[in-house]
């Protein structure tokens, strides 16, 4: 009779089992009726294999607090249910002892969850543990514990547990794929809907953290955040990427998910990568942040992987609104640059709600690719990349800006309030081009020249600035060393020594100064540095000791040599402005002065 009572309980369990497709139901419903099929169990858990991180984490549970139970995590072959895994065959531990040794094994952290969900540190009494199998893969472990003295499992409980774990294994199946299917289906649906809308990049960040109700955040491929789905994500996303910015750029150049468990404001945090690509290129990095150590749900995984492209899609869609918004301005400034202000240039310029007011000034920065040895596909592809930085960090300034880029050169004209003055506008146009040609050489390895042109108040003198811009990148790729941004106030006389012949320039040089130049090679003298702080401090023999860390006496002696050279009783004004502009020339041509 017990027998043929154990085996109606377990034809009704398998028929509670297969009355739902939903996964969470069929788990719940699972972890119920192993107590109606196996008499004297006091508490039961259900662990799942996941493969992405092999590991079994505890699903459901009876007996157990699951606000504790479900931080455990086996690895195969950690603890009785680990075993268990390894074996894909079923086991009884009969008595404490065997238990504790099941059990020797396991995690520090996993045991401590264990003894907070049990209410306190006890082994099992004895305990079974069957294996979920489908398609001779083992999905999962059913362990059944009885912590009671007098009770012991026995052969009929493992058989007929392993009978119900069999039909479990099925209902688990089927509901996981019904429930997979279902997950992502919704997910995939809502966000194509919020896309669709044209809701725009940071709609479908929000939607999703709604979704799978947790910290969203979206990246770009060069780590700075695009969007974030709540307030209280923000100041997450600036600490993980202050402590763990290489762990960004590691996961952005996988080709799937990642995981880890990381701190951020000293609490414990599960985060998980998804990086967002295209066919061509890595578009960014899709960023899930669950607190408390938590894991995402596997189900939430594979959806969250397979809505991917509605990111990639918005993110490109963005940035390729703002490629066109720019390449429509370039005809515009390259009129603006190249030809006189006229009549079809206004009204050009009015059609893209660019209109000349009183409170706007104008001012030119060009920026040049300096790598002319790389293949053209590499720089093609690389400028690419470089234009996207650009469209960005400039579709974020209060004002429009016109862009004009043709080959190595990238032409940019900025409104600026005419309430700032030339040296505010200056510092913030450097700030500007500072931060792009660092990215532009960390993350893409190019090398950039930037050089900003006066700061004008009328359209029609726009072409202006732009002279005086293109003059400071060529000086910057002919003499100028050691950096790569300019003014035209920077450049200063030298803007002048550009339309001359650098063979000629070196030949003026040497008649004013060359017997100098001769005299400190044979006699190993400074006379030439001393002239140059001489002047330079006014001829002042006191300051010029104090810059050259020299004694007066000797300045004095320097500069009598100087004149004997020179065949001359004092630097008068005339004399003094050639010495002046042949010592400039030399720095000029980046000879050693």
């Given at each position: ?13 398998v ?107 006890e082994?099992?009494?004895s ?55 279902e ?54 996303a ?7 910015g ?18 951020l ?23 899930i942040?669950?607190?408390?150590f ?65 409170s ?31 469209y ?72 202006l ?129």
């Open positions: 009779m017990e027998s043929e009572k154990r085996l109606m309980s377990l034809i009704h369990s028929r509670v089992l297969n009355s739902t497709r939903d996964l969470s139901e069929v788990l719940h419903q699972l972890i119920k009726e192993v107590h109606n099929v196996i008499g004297g169990a006091n508490a039961s858990v259900l662990f799942l294999y996941d493969k992405q991180s092999d590991m079994l984490y505890a699903k459901s549970a009876i007996g157990f607090d699951m606000e504790f139970m479900k931080h455990a995590r086996l690895r195969p072959g950690e603890g009785m249910s680990g075993r268990t895994y390894l074996l894909k065959k079923g086991n009884i531990f009969y008595s404490g002892e065997d238990t504790a040794y099941g059990m020797s094994n396991i995690p520090e952290e996993t045991e401590t969850y264990y003894a907070k969900a049990l209410g306190k540190m082994y099992p009494k305990a079974i543990c069957v294996p979920l199998i489908s398609n001779d893969e083992c999905i999962g472990v059913l362990t059944v514990d009885i912590y009671e003295e007098d009770i012991q499992f026995d052969e009929a409980d493992l058989q007929l547990l392993e009978t119900f774990a069999g039909q479990a294994a099925i209902a688990i199946e089927n509901a996981t794929l019904f429930s997979q299917n997950r992502t289906k919704r997910i995939h649906e809502e966000l194509s809907k919020v896309s669709l809308s044209k809701g725009g990049l940071s709609d479908i960040t929000r939607s999703l953290a709604s979704l799978i109700d947790n910290h969203v955040l979206v990246f770009n491929q060069f780590m700075e955040s695009l969007a974030v789905s709540s307030q209280e994500a923000k100041p997450l600036h600490d993980l990427k202050d402590k763990y290489s762990l960004l750029e590691e996961s952005l150049t996988k080709s799937g998910f990642s995981s880890h468990r990381i701190n404001f000293q609490q414990g945090h599960f985060i998980y990568f998804f990086p967002i690509k295209t066919e061509k290129m890595t578009l960014g990095l899709l960023t942040i669950i607190e408390d938590s894991e995402l749900d596997p189900l939430d995984k594979i959806a969250i992987e397979q809505a991917i492209p509605i990111f990639a899609m918005e993110i490109d869609r963005q940035e390729r609104l703002l490629a066109e918004d720019f390449n429509n301005s370039g005809s515009i400034l390259e009129q603006l640059i190249h030809a006189p202000y006229d009549e079809l240039s206004s009204n050009h310029l009015a059609k893209l709600n660019f209109p000349e007011h009183n706007h000034n104008y001012v030119i920065v060009q920026l040049f690719i300096k790598n002319p040895l790389l293949a053209f596909e590499k720089i093609s592809s690389k400028k690419q990349q470089l234009m996207r930085i650009i960005r960090e400039v579709s974020n300034l209060p004002y429009k800006t016109l862009v004009y880029d043709k080959n190595m050169e990238i032409t940019l004209m900025f409104t600026v309030s005419s309430s700032l003055g030339e040296e505010q506008v200056f510092q913030r146009l450097e700030k500007l081009f500072s931060q792009i040609i660092k990215t532009s050489s960390e993350k893409l390895s190019l090398a950039n020249l930037a050089g900003s042109g006066q700061v004008v108040k009328k359209l029609k003198d726009v072409h600035s732009y002279r005086d811009a293109t003059r400071c990148v060529q000086y910057l790729q002919t003499a100028y060393k050691g950096e790569s941004l300019l003014t035209y106030k920077q450049l200063g006389p030298y803007r002048l020594f550009l339309k001359f012949d650098r063979k000629e320039l070196k030949e003026y040089a040497e008649a004013i100064l060359g017997v100098i130049i001769n005299y400190d090679h044979n006699h190993d003298t400074e006379l030439l540095k001393t002239l140059q702080v001489y002047l330079e401090s006014n001829q002042n023999m006191e300051k010029s000791s104090k810059q050259l860390f020299v004694h007066v006496n000797t300045v004095k002696y320097r500069l009598k040599t100087i004149y004997k050279i020179l065949r001359v009783e004092e630097l008068s004004g005339r004399e003094a402005f050639e010495l002046q502009l042949g010592l400039r020339i030399l720095e000029y041509l980046d000879m050693k002065v």
